[in-house]
Structures are given as C-alpha cells and as structure tokens.
C-alpha cells in the first residue's frame, strides 16, 4: 500500500504562482512514476504531469511551459510548481503513484482556485 498526502493548494490570483507537494509514504520502494492530475467542476480528470522513476517527464498541452513536475526521492516527495496561472487552472490537483505491478494510488486532492 502506498499512502499519499498533498498539500499547498489555495486561492491565487491570475498570473500568480502556487507549489503544491505530494508525500508518500508505505511501500514506496514499489512506485514508478508519480504524477499530477486535476478535475475541474462538471469535468474529468486529467493529466496534469508526470513524472517517472528516472525523472523522465510528460506535460498536458494545456500546461507546457507553465508548470514543472519534480521529485525528490530522499524525501518521498513530488512537486508541482505552477506559474502563470489561469482561472482555467482552478480545480482540485491529485497526486497519483503508479506502482511497478501497475497499480495505482490516489491521494485525497488539493484545491486551486485562480481569480480572475
């Protein structure tokens, strides 16, 4: 089992910043890629960023240039800063652990809200 605690969501305005963090914690040693999704209201989740074991990454389209996924391995920690943020970006952030086995886990999700 592997435990997931995000945090670092909140309410900015347009154009500003926000870093939110992702610990893990459990059989941590079985994790291969960590990511961030989000789901806004009345819509999916998404794929946000991805980030593997050998620190590989993925961006959605929507967030290339903006954001930057990290991880720092010593600490069971990823990381998502996000600059130039939109209203569009408002919804809650979910930090997602694939396993090698390919199971996944979800921690409970963050909230962003970006004013306009």
């Known amino acids: 089992q592997v435990q997931l605690v995000e945090s670092g969501g909140g309410l900015v305005q347009a154009g500003g910043s926000l870093r939110l963090s992702c610990v893990a914690s459990?059989?941590?040693?079985?994790?291969?890629?960590m990511g961030w999704y989000r789901q806004a209201p009345g819509k999916q989740r998404e794929l946000v960023a991805v980030?593997?074991?050998?620190?590989?990454?993925n961006y959605a389209d929507a967030v290339k240039g903006r954001f930057t996924i990290s991880r720092n391995n010593a600490k069971n920690t990823v990381y998502l800063q996000m600059n130039s943020l939109k209203p569009e970006d408002t919804a809650v952030y979910y930090c997602?652990?694939?396993?090698?086995?390919?199971?996944?886990?979800w921690g409970t999700g963050t909230l962003v809200t970006v004013s306009s």
């Open positions: 980030i593997t074991s050998i620190g590989s990454t």
């Open positions: 997602n652990a694939e396993a090698r086995s390919g199971r996944g886990y």
């Open positions: 459990g059989s941590i040693f079985s994790i291969n890629a």
